[in-house]
């Protein structure tokens, strides 16, 4: 619908869900279900676009956990053909047997617009400093589609589940990115979260000096993978860098009531103490440089400085989210994570422990500006350790208050399950780090043991 007459009418107007992956596809299953109009809008070509880029990673939570309620729903109606509830999907699995089905049912098709980047999001006819009638004005949403025609769509609510994926934290320890890292010759050498190093990426890595940089799940998957690969390229030398002084938290506990994610961690400490990954603690990246193809890293570990020679460089220090389409609302963020303010404390990686997050749902999220929610990973901020399961009762929830059942809304329930490491000294560390959807590596067999 056009903004032209739109505030006449504001009750009519559709809610806008910005990001078709899981969280944001979940809230039109939920939108469906309490029979509210609803646009969604995905700014890839397909739905999942994130998710397909970690495709080859093996998720460390099962099916069980990882398919929303009200989206299963949606697709046993139609017979669609569960998957084993205990399994562990692979990304590409998540994307062609839930997904795929969930976002092809009719009335989720009819309501997703591909290839459509949000630009901004604003009150009609207010800007963030005009209080006069704003509660009463509908959203404006300017967009603009992959031909680049941009236009403005009107909506009662938003729901903002567009993730982070696309705004990885910086490797420099300061959280910017590291002097010299723009040079065209260094970024040639520079690497994205989880490359398939096993496949299309394998030979940029093989029998080459790698450094892993980050502490989080998205570096443990890939320094998994690149062990594989080492085993197979006798060559190939890894390196792992963290900023942190003990990599302790990366290891995980046994006692991880998900047993693949505790796994990984165990794997990667006999990696470690074997010798086939060296790693880097206490060191904080200041400048990158180019020498004769090959990469310096350039950092300081205790006030001195430090160097690292290595091939190439992935750089897995987590993500952040993007907050700049959302500037002319009335947002209430947390100064340290940049999540909601009220889910912050439940989240922050200096307070939170264990891997436990309490029940939260709309009251958590809920923002000044009235009927706008950021949902999904990209409510967790700059917080790590986001589960899919998190976000689909966070849809449930805000869906149930903008269909006006403020019971429903209230009564959350949220089980997850614990890591079992409780919070160490490098707290700050390990919330740099976080991961896209729950990941595990891919096809690592390791002779040591196997996201």
Same mark, same amino acid.
Request: net charge negative.
């Given at each position: 619908m056009?903004?032209?007459?739109?505030?006449?009418?504001?009750?009519?107007?559709?809610?806008?869900?910005?990001g078709?992956?899981?969280?944001?596809?979940?809230a039109?299953? *939920?939108?469906i279900e309490r029979?509210?109009?609803?646009?969604?809008l995905?700014?890839?070509?397909?739905v999942?676009?994130?998710v397909r880029?970690?495709?080859?990673v093996?998720l460390?939570s099962p099916w069980?956990i990882?398919?929303d309620?009200a989206a299963?729903?949606l697709l046993?109606a139609?017979g669609?053909?569960?998957p084993?509830?205990? @399994?562990?999907p692979?990304?590409h699995?998540l994307v062609?047997?839930?997904?795929? %089905?969930?976002?092809?049912l %009719?009335?989720?098709?009819a @309501?997703l617009?591909?290839?459509?980047e949000?630009?901004?999001?604003?009150r009609?006819?207010?800007?963030?400093?005009?209080?006069?009638?704003?509660?009463?004005?509908p959203?404006?949403l300017r967009?603009?589609?992959a031909?680049g025609v941009v236009?403005e769509?009107?909506?009662r609510?938003?729901i903002d589940a567009?993730g982070t994926w696309r705004t990885p934290n910086p490797?420099?320890a300061g959280?910017l990115p590291p002097?010299?890292?723009?040079a065209d010759g260094?970024?040639a050498l520079?690497?994205?979260?989880m490359?398939?190093v096993?496949?299309?990426?394998?030979a940029r890595?093989?029998?080459r000096?790698v450094a892993?940089?980050?502490?989080?799940?998205?570096?443990?998957n890939?320094l998994?993978?690149?062990?594989?690969?080492?085993r197979?390229e006798p060559?190939t030398?890894?390196?792992w860098?963290i900023r942190?002084?003990?990599?302790a938290?990366?290891?995980g506990?046994d006692?991880?009531?998900?047993p693949?994610?505790g796994?990984?961690?165990?794997?990667l400490r006999r990696?470690?103490?074997?010798?086939?990954i060296?790693?880097?603690?206490?060191?904080?990246?200041?400048a990158?440089?180019?020498?004769?193809?090959a990469?310096?890293?350039?950092g300081?570990?205790?006030g001195?400085?430090v160097?690292l020679?290595? +091939?190439?460089l992935?750089a897995?220090?987590g993500?952040? %989210?993007?907050?700049?389409?959302?500037?002319?609302?009335?947002?209430?963020?947390?100064?340290?994570?940049e999540a909601?303010r009220a889910?912050?404390?439940?989240i922050?990686?200096?307070?939170h422990?264990?891997?436990s997050?309490?029940?939260h749902g709309?009251a958590?999220?809920?923002?000044?500006e009235? +009927?706008?929610?950021?949902?999904g990973?990209k409510?967790?901020?700059?917080?790590?350790?986001?589960?899919?399961?998190t976000?689909?009762e966070?849809?449930?929830s805000?869906?149930?208050r903008?269909?006006?059942? *403020?019971e429903?809304?209230?009564?959350v329930?949220?089980?997850? %399950?614990?890591t079992?490491v409780c919070?160490?000294?490098?707290a700050? +560390?390990?919330?740099?780090?976080a991961?896209?959807? +729950?990941?595990?590596?891919?096809r690592?067999?390791?002779?040591?043991?196997?996201?």
């Amino acid at each position: 619908m056009s903004v032209a007459g739109a505030a006449a009418d504001r009750a009519r107007l559709p809610i806008v869900v910005i990001g078709a992956g899981p969280v944001g596809l979940a809230a039109a299953a *939920h939108l469906i279900e309490r029979g509210e109009s609803f646009v969604l809008l995905e700014a890839g070509a397909t739905v999942a676009a994130a998710v397909r880029e970690w495709a080859h990673v093996r998720l460390f939570s099962p099916w069980s956990i990882v398919t929303d309620s009200a989206a299963v729903r949606l697709l046993e109606a139609t017979g669609w053909p569960a998957p084993d509830a205990a @399994a562990l999907p692979f990304g590409h699995e998540l994307v062609s047997d839930y997904l795929e %089905p969930l976002a092809a049912l %009719p009335a989720i098709a009819a @309501a997703l617009r591909l290839n459509t980047e949000v630009l901004a999001v604003t009150r009609d006819g207010a800007d963030k400093t005009r209080s006069r009638r704003r509660d009463r004005s509908p959203f404006v949403l300017r967009v603009r589609d992959a031909d680049g025609v941009v236009e403005e769509l009107a909506a009662r609510a938003v729901i903002d589940a567009s993730g982070t994926w696309r705004t990885p934290n910086p490797i420099g320890a300061g959280g910017l990115p590291p002097l010299g890292s723009e040079a065209d010759g260094v970024s040639a050498l520079l690497e994205t979260a989880m490359p398939d190093v096993l496949g299309p990426a394998r030979a940029r890595f093989a029998g080459r000096s790698v450094a892993v940089v980050g502490s989080g799940h998205s570096a443990t998957n890939t320094l998994l993978a690149l062990a594989t690969l080492a085993r197979d390229e006798p060559e190939t030398r890894l390196h792992w860098v963290i900023r942190g002084a003990s990599a302790a938290r990366s290891y995980g506990s046994d006692a991880d009531e998900l047993p693949a994610r505790g796994a990984i961690g165990s794997r990667l400490r006999r990696l470690v103490e074997s010798g086939a990954i060296t790693l880097h603690e206490r060191f904080g990246i200041t400048a990158l440089e180019e020498l004769d193809g090959a990469l310096r890293v350039h950092g300081r570990r205790a006030g001195e400085p430090v160097t690292l020679d290595v +091939d190439r460089l992935v750089a897995a220090t987590g993500f952040r %989210p993007d907050l700049g389409v959302l500037r002319e609302l009335r947002i209430e963020l947390d100064d340290i994570v940049e999540a909601p303010r009220a889910l912050a404390p439940l989240i922050d990686p200096n307070l939170h422990s264990c891997g436990s997050v309490p029940a939260h749902g709309e009251a958590e999220l809920r923002h000044p500006e009235g +009927d706008v929610y950021i949902v999904g990973m990209k409510s967790y901020g700059r917080a790590p350790t986001f589960l899919l399961a998190t976000g689909y009762e966070q849809v449930r929830s805000v869906v149930a208050r903008l269909a006006g059942d *403020h019971e429903s809304a209230r009564l959350v329930q949220l089980v997850l %399950p614990e890591t079992g490491v409780c919070n160490t000294d490098d707290a700050g +560390d390990a919330g740099g780090d976080a991961c896209c959807a +729950d990941p595990a590596p891919v096809r690592v067999e390791l002779s040591l043991s196997r996201p």
